[in-house]
């Protein structure tokens, strides 16, 4: 490796033009020694690098808004930036393998390290828990409900493009149905479609006064709609869950009313305890509660809240009245953890709302840029020889 100090000159050994203060937004949101890195390079001359750009854990590449964001960057300060993308969006990445590679001018590339870093980081993480949770349970449609967890606009739409990333790979690995769409009308393109979807909460049970009752303002405002109607707000999950299907049986019949469970996990649904859920298991999945699990996956399978046992101790009760096409939606911590789980146990879901894919450690979304060429000399510091390419 060279360790020749690099030139204050461009590749070409002419004086690099002068680029001007970064843009205000830019400005104000990257790393101040960066600012000061572009303004020390615009006093002693432009040079060409090349930086890579890794994770230190496996992640599923999902580039496209980073990219987008950098390329329209470059037209607007009139440069060029050649990136060498080595995993195509949906790829796996493995730990400490460049995503890319990124060309250009030191004077316009310094300040946008920051920015750039915020856009791929977490869409990679995040791309990673959709695949998985979509791969293990291959035939259960996702609903991406993440728009309430997220810190703002912009952290909304990087994760909606993110499950679809991870649903995209599901679906060419495991011919998984994957997400089918998602809660928000503003990415509802990422899943491909033209509206958002999604019909009632919590709060509009409340005001109605009962479930029934919810379900049938719901019905009359919308039609000509099929209807997903939340069934735990009074911990009745199994009477209110017969009582709409047995007053909107049509709909039942045609197979376009779901019941959605959302029981939080300070209670079992309603007719659970431990020793039901075991039981409950034990008709359907014997085996899934006769190995060694730790306290987490033994909450998810016979716990109180939305567990495997009770998912199927919904559906026994639907299809004892006879209503087999009566939908079950589950939401409620439906992380790749918990999915995981409710695959070995093969609870009957037919739908998962889940905002879970969102990164639980921030830390592991923490994307890293290194310089590794500088005028075409290669220089990183000492331990990140790795980056260079093979």
Not at 162 to 189: E, I, L, M, Y
Request: aromatic share 10%.
């Amino acid at each position: 490796m060279d360790n020749a100090s690099p030139k204050p000159r461009n590749d070409k050994g002419e004086a690099g033009p002068a680029a001007g203060p970064a843009s205000p937004q830019i400005a104000d949101w990257s790393d101040q020694y960066f600012l000061k890195t572009k303004a020390t390079v615009e006093k002693f001359g432009d040079c060409t690098v090349t930086y890579a750009i890794f994770m230190r854990r496996p992640v599923v590449s999902a580039p496209r808004l980073a990219l987008d964001w950098l390329q329209k960057i470059a037209r607007e300060r009139d440069t060029e930036f050649k990136i060498d993308l080595v995993y195509d969006e949906g790829r796996w990445v493995g730990a400490g393998e460049p995503i890319m590679y990124i060309t250009g001018s030191f004077v316009h590339l310094a300040d946008l390290e920051t920015l750039l870093l915020m856009k791929l980081g977490p869409a990679c993480v995040a791309a990673f828990n959709a695949f998985t949770m979509c791969a293990d349970l291959p035939k259960i449609a996702f609903l991406a409900m993440d728009a309430r967890h997220c810190a703002g606009l912009e952290m909304a739409e990087i994760m909606a493009y993110a499950a679809s990333v991870g649903s995209d790979r599901a679906r060419r690995k495991v011919n998984a149905v994957g997400f089918v769409g998602n809660a928000t009308q503003a990415t509802a393109h990422y899943f491909g479609q033209e509206k958002a979807l999604g019909t009632m909460p919590h709060a509009l049970i409340g005001y109605a006064g009962s479930t029934l009752r919810a379900a049938e303002m719901f019905s009359e405002t919308f039609p000509d709609e099929a209807m997903t109607v939340l069934v735990d707000y009074f911990g009745r999950e199994v009477t209110d869950a017969l009582t709409v299907a047995r007053r909107f049986a049509a709909l039942a019949s045609q197979g376009r009313l779901s019941v959605r469970i959302d029981t939080p996990g300070s209670r079992f649904i309603e007719g659970l305890d431990p020793p039901a859920s075991y039981a409950v298991l034990d008709r359907h999945v014997p085996n899934v509660i006769r190995g060694y699990r730790s306290e987490a996956e033994l909450r998810h399978l016979v716990g109180a809240g939305v567990s495997a046992a009770a998912i199927w101790h919904l559906r026994d009760a639907l299809d004892r009245e006879g209503f087999h096409k009566v939908k079950i939606v589950a939401s409620s911590g439906f992380d790749p953890a918990k999915c995981k789980v409710m695959a070995e146990a093969k609870v009957p879901i037919d739908v998962v709302g889940t905002g879970s894919f969102l990164p639980q450690r921030w830390t592991e979304t923490y994307a890293t840029a290194d310089i590794i060429e500088y005028n075409g000399v290669k220089r990183v510091k000492v331990g990140r020889e790795f980056l260079f390419r093979k």
